[in-house]
């Protein structure tokens, strides 16, 4: 897997990277609705603390 990389954001980027992190967490329930491959890969590269307000993890 490559280097995960450090993101510095604002509160509109934050908001954005939530909105990732909320997709890639729905594309692995066993009731998907929805599936997007492409979010989990992405939130998996990305270093960020995204326990901070969720309990799921992707």
Do not use: H, W
């Amino acid at each position: 897997m490559a280097e995960k990389k450090c993101v510095d954001l604002d509160n509109v980027s934050e908001t954005l990277l939530i909105t990732l992190y909320t997709r890639a967490c729905e594309s692995q329930r066993p009731d998907v609705v929805f599936k997007d491959e492409e979010s989990v890969e992405m939130v998996k590269q990305i270093d960020y603390d995204f326990s901070r307000g969720e309990n799921a993890s992707p």
